[in-house]
């Protein structure tokens, strides 16, 4: 390895060291959040929102929030957030989908959001896999359909969350559809020499010096000012839900993630949608990767950055009603399927 990067290692291994010895309280699950002063109601929790958390063995503790329609339901979106979001950036988004009849889960991952921390500090992003977040989401997807059987069930992946719904339904989790928002699928290979320091132990170092939560700057993933000031107006008011740059182990844990999900796209058969944003840099490689799954479709959005959720109303609008549409559409497809057939006996 070259000088210089075993200095920059060691001198991260060394900042880990000082700022990492917290305790357990540090990385706890958070189950509630203080509104932010300056938020204005359109971005506050549906009504009648609850949260709740799930746990699997010695995983983290991985926190949950849901609110439902007041009408009999016509799908159920269960939502997986991007890197360092919490559910309540998707609240905008929950209240209206809840006003147009679906009932609305978001989970957060393993070590982000309100969920359990793996290390501290706990605004490190880190994971030793992404196994702990397939195995949340296909427990919780489980739990939602056992309790609305009848009921269709759409996921909905942002960014990294696109990653981890996808290899959940292709590890088999029975879902009427899979939408993929601006998904981060990964690379399509894995273990390189960048994957070293996780192999030996290293992986709780953070990938850079300047990690850590930021209180000032905008989000640059959207356009529209108000809504790229949500996350961090809710980060302000609730330091656990802070979240800075990843460790060397998250990245590695990505790219081992990435690699096994783009090698098995052929196995995801429920009918997929995959929401482009035309400014990402890989918009290009998810057409490809559509064409891999045997029933994908993909939608693009001119002038949308990676957050087409906290995009301007003029991209927004047109995310929001191809959500809607597809959800509608399997929820049809589901209903066609259920009813008997016709009796040609007479």
């Excluded at 549906?46 to 949950?64: D, K, T």
């Excluded at 880190?126 to 919780?140: E, K, M, N, V, W």
Aim: aromatic share 8%.
């Amino acid at each position: 390895m070259l000088p210089a990067m075993r200095r920059r290692l060691v001198l991260a291994a060394l900042l880990f060291i000082l700022t990492g010895c917290g305790g357990a309280d540090e990385r706890g699950a958070f189950t509630d959040s203080r509104i932010p002063p300056a938020l204005g109601p359109r971005f506050w929790a549906p009504e009648g929102w609850a949260w709740g958390l799930i746990g699997l063995g010695e995983a983290p503790v991985q926190r949950y929030g849901v609110s439902s329609t007041t009408i009999a339901p016509k799908a159920s979106i269960l939502i997986l957030s991007g890197y360092g979001e919490s559910a309540e950036a998707w609240f905008e988004t929950a209240r209206q989908l809840n006003a147009d009849g679906f009932n609305v889960w978001v989970l957060e991952r393993a070590g982000q959001g309100g969920s359990e921390r793996y290390v501290t500090p706990r605004d490190l992003g880190h994971a030793p896999s992404f196994g702990d977040d397939i195995a949340a989401t296909r427990a919780l997807a489980r739990m939602i359909v056992a309790g609305a059987p009848d009921t269709p069930l759409v996921i909905l992946g942002q960014s990294v969350g696109g990653l981890v719904g996808a290899a959940a339904v292709e590890r088999g989790l029975p879902v009427d559809g899979l939408i993929l928002s601006a998904p981060s699928l990964g690379e399509p290979t894995a273990a390189d020499w960048r994957d070293w320091p996780a192999k030996v132990g290293l992986g709780r170092i953070p990938a850079g010096f300047d990690y850590g939560w930021k209180r000032e700057g905008g989000s640059p993933l959207t356009g529209d000012h108000q809504r790229g000031a949500v996350q961090k107006a809710w980060q302000v008011a609730n330091p656990d839900l802070r979240m800075g740059g990843q460790s060397l182990g998250w990245k590695s844990a990505f790219r081992e993630a990435g690699a096994d999900v783009r090698g098995k796209l052929g196995a995801i058969t429920p009918p997929a949608l995959i929401l482009i944003a035309d400014r990402d840099h890989n918009a290009a490689s998810l057409e490809r990767d559509c064409r891999a799954m045997p029933r994908c479709t993909t939608m693009l959005f001119r002038g949308g950055r990676h957050a087409l959720h906290l995009e301007s109303d003029s991209v927004r609008d047109a995310w929001l009603s191809a959500v809607k549409t597809f959800a509608l559409t399997r929820a049809a497809a589901r209903a066609a399927t259920q009813q008997a057939a016709p009796d040609h006996r007479l």
